[in-house]
C-alpha cells in the first residue's frame, strides 16, 4: 500500500487548508485511516482517526471543533479539514492506515503503512 498526502501549504492564522491522502495499491479493506503530524524538534502526535464507514472519527485535543476527517472510500481517500489554523499547527502531517488492534478510538501504535508527509505552515 502507498499512501501520498498532499494539499500543505503556507497559511496565515486562522486560516483553513485541506489534507489529502490517497491510498494505492493492494489494502486489505475495510480500514481505518489516520492522520498524525511532527514538528521541528517534537515526537509524533496522533491528530485524528476515522473508521471504514466514516461512522467514528476522533480527535485529539488541541485539534478538536477545528479540524475534520471525512474520506471517500471510491477514490481511496482521507481527508482532513483544518480550519482557525493556528502557528503551533505547524508540523509536517502525515496519513497512515490502521494494521493492527479494534478498539476505537485507535492508538498511534496501531498504525502503520506510513505516507509522505505534507508540510503544513501557519503564520503569525
Known amino acids: 500500500v502507498q499512501l501520498q498526502a498532499s494539499g500543505g501549504g503556507l497559511v496565515q492564522a486562522g486560516g483553513s487548508l485541506r489534507l489529502s491522502c490517497a491510498a494505492s495499491?493492494?489494502?486489505?479493506?475495510?480500514?481505518?485511516m489516520g492522520w498524525f503530524r511532527q514538528a521541528p524538534g517534537k515526537e509524533r502526535e496522533f491528530v485524528s482517526a476515522?473508521?471504514?464507514?466514516?461512522?467514528?472519527?476522533y480527535y485529539a485535543d488541541p485539534v478538536k471543533g477545528r479540524f475534520i476527517i471525512s474520506r471517500d472510500n471510491a477514490k481511496n481517500t482521507v481527508y482532513l479539514q483544518m480550519n482557525s489554523l493556528k502557528p503551533e499547527d505547524t508540523a509536517v502531517y502525515y496519513c497512515?492506515?490502521?494494521?493492527?488492534?479494534?478498539?476505537?478510538?485507535?492508538?498511534?501504535?496501531?498504525?502503520?503503512?506510513w505516507g509522505q508527509g505534507t508540510q503544513v505552515t501557519v503564520s503569525s
Open positions: 497512515a492506515i490502521r494494521s493492527s488492534g479494534w478498539r476505537w478510538p485507535p492508538g498511534s501504535a496501531d498504525f502503520g503503512s
Open positions: 495499491g493492494r489494502t486489505s479493506s475495510p480500514y481505518s
Open positions: 476515522i473508521n471504514w464507514t466514516g461512522g467514528m472519527t
